[in-house]
């Protein structure tokens, strides 16, 4: 995918299990996962540079991925250290690794070109272990950039969202406040006392967001770009009320089918919007509340990576 070079959120490190093979695509390139025996998560692309096989059909022998066609092995930097008709390895006969790093949970992968960023992708400060967390995952059909935008829209909160959430929303005729830089774009309606805000959206680039509902109370969103025509939805539900032991499986239940359906509220619309790559989208006019879509549009058209 022409995506700005970037770490990526590509998937939970709890997906990954020791002694498992996981294949996943992800930015349109099919990848394989797995962990070397120490653990240490591996990505690579899901082909075997010999005669083009999903390695993630082969099997994990001894600290290596070995593909089903013709049993080569291929060690976590990538390169070949077993041909079995050769009885040695063709070290030179290498598999594309990619950098990755895990944080908080998440597995983050670089993608671009040049050299890395050397700096560490971030999580959000505001939730951590002191939450009780729900998860769950789904699948639209539609790029990434339109997932995203949704996300960043406030006016579209008591027409899409107006037999739910749209009820509590503050009117469209009023502009939050903006803060957007390189790294992230943050909404809020300040107080009318002038203090810091409580509630608010935040989007850190490139495919993570947080809506901070209240100090006891956040929702956060990993939008994974699966190929161009499909966007994987991550969502953690981040509670410190009602924390019943016991009964949590049920509270956690609960809020993830509250979840789902103000997710679908949205996706019933954003599936319709063609086309679905907003870089394509010439003729689309934009009002005052996109102002934080048209700063994602400005970050979308920066220096792209690899297609």
């Given at each position: 995918m022409n995506l700005p070079s970037s770490w990526y959120v590509i998937a939970r490190t709890a997906?990954?299990?020791?002694?498992?093979?996981l294949p996943?695509?992800?930015?349109?390139?099919?990848l394989v996962l797995w962990r070397n025996p120490e653990g240490t998560l591996v990505v690579m692309d899901d082909r075997c540079p010999h005669r083009s096989a999903r390695l993630s059909l082969g099997e994990l022998k001894e600290g290596r991925l070995a593909c089903p066609f013709h049993g080569f092995q291929f060690d976590p930097q990538g390169a070949c250290q077993w041909v079995p008709e050769l009885g040695r390895g063709a070290p030179k006969l290498c598999v594309k690794t990619y950098l990755t790093t895990e944080r908080e949970g998440w597995v983050w992968m670089w993608w671009g070109t040049g050299e890395p960023s050397k700096e560490v992708p971030s999580w959000f400060t505001e939730v951590d272990s002191k939450f009780c967390t729900a998860y769950m995952k789904e699948r639209w059909e539609t790029h990434f950039t339109r997932s995203v935008e949704n996300q960043l829209d406030y006016a579209h909160l008591p027409f899409v969202h107006r037999n739910s959430i749209g009820r509590f929303a503050t009117s469209v005729q009023k502009y939050p406040e903006l803060q957007m830089d390189e790294q992230r774009i943050k909404w809020f309606f300040r107080p009318a006392d002038g203090s810091d805000p409580q509630t608010y959206i935040e989007f850190r680039f490139p495919n993570l967001w947080i809506n901070r509902i209240s100090e006891k109370y956040s929702i956060t969103l990993a939008f994974v770009p699966v190929d161009d025509q499909h966007t994987e939805l991550y969502l953690q539900n981040h509670r410190k009320f009602a924390n019943i032991p016991g009964l949590n499986s049920v509270i956690d239940f609960f809020m993830i089918l509250l979840n789902r359906r103000i997710l679908n509220e949205d996706r019933?619309?954003?599936?319709?919007?063609e086309p679905i790559d907003v870089r394509l989208a010439q003729d689309e006019v934009l009002f005052p509340s996109d102002k934080a879509i048209q700063h994602f549009r400005k970050w979308l058209?920066?220096?792209h990576s690899q297609g």
């Open positions: 997906e990954i299990k020791k002694d498992q093979i996943l695509t992800r930015l349109g390139q099919p019933r619309v954003v599936l319709t919007q058209n920066s220096v």
